[in-house]
C-alpha cells in the first residue's frame, strides 16, 4: 500500500513558475515508477510527465516537454514536477500516481489505468 500526498499547486500568473511535490509514504516507495497526470474542468484526465524507479529514465507528454521536468529522491519519498513558462491552458488539478516496477526496470508508462496509487491531487491556476 502506498500512500500519496500532492503539494505545492496555487495560483501563478502566465510565465511564471510551480514546483509540485509528491510525498510517498512506506519502505517500497523507491519500486514504484512515478507520474504526473492532470485534469481540467470538462476534460479527461491527461497523462503529463513519469519518471521509472531509478530516476533514470523519464517521458513528457508534447505539451509540456521543455517546460515541465519530473525528478525523484528515493530517500525522501518524494517526486517533484517542477512547472517553468506557465501557461493558462496548464490550468488543471494535477494527480501523482505510482506503479509498482520490477527492481532495475527503466520502463515508464504513460497510461492512466496502469497505475496502482493515486493521490488527492493539488490545484494549479495560471492567470493570463
Known amino acids: 500500500q502506498v500512500l500519496l500526498v500532492e503539494s505545492g499547486g496555487g495560483l501563478v500568473q502566465a510565465g511564471g513558475s510551480l514546483r509540485l511535490s509528491c510525498a510517498g509514504s512506506g519502505r517500497t516507495f523507491s519500486t514504484y515508477a512515478m507520474g504526473w497526470f492532470r485534469q481540467a474542468p470538462g476534460k479527461e484526465r491527461e497523462f503529463v510527465a513519469c519518471?521509472?524507479?531509478?530516476?533514470?529514465?523519464?517521458y513528457y507528454a508534447d505539451s509540456v516537454k521543455g517546460r515541465f521536468t519530473i525528478s525523484r529522491d528515493n530517500a525522501k519519498n518524494t517526486v517533484y514536477l517542477q512547472m517553468n513558462s506557465l501557461r493558462p491552458e496548464d490550468t488543471a488539478v494535477y494527480y501523482c500516481a505510482a506503479k509498482a516496477s520490477l527492481f532495475g526496470s527503466s520502463r515508464v508508462y504513460v497510461q492512466g489505468n496502469e497505475y496502482d496509487y493515486w493521490g488527492q491531487g493539488t490545484q494549479v491556476t495560471v492567470s493570463s
Open positions: 519518471v521509472s524507479w531509478s530516476g533514470g529514465s523519464t
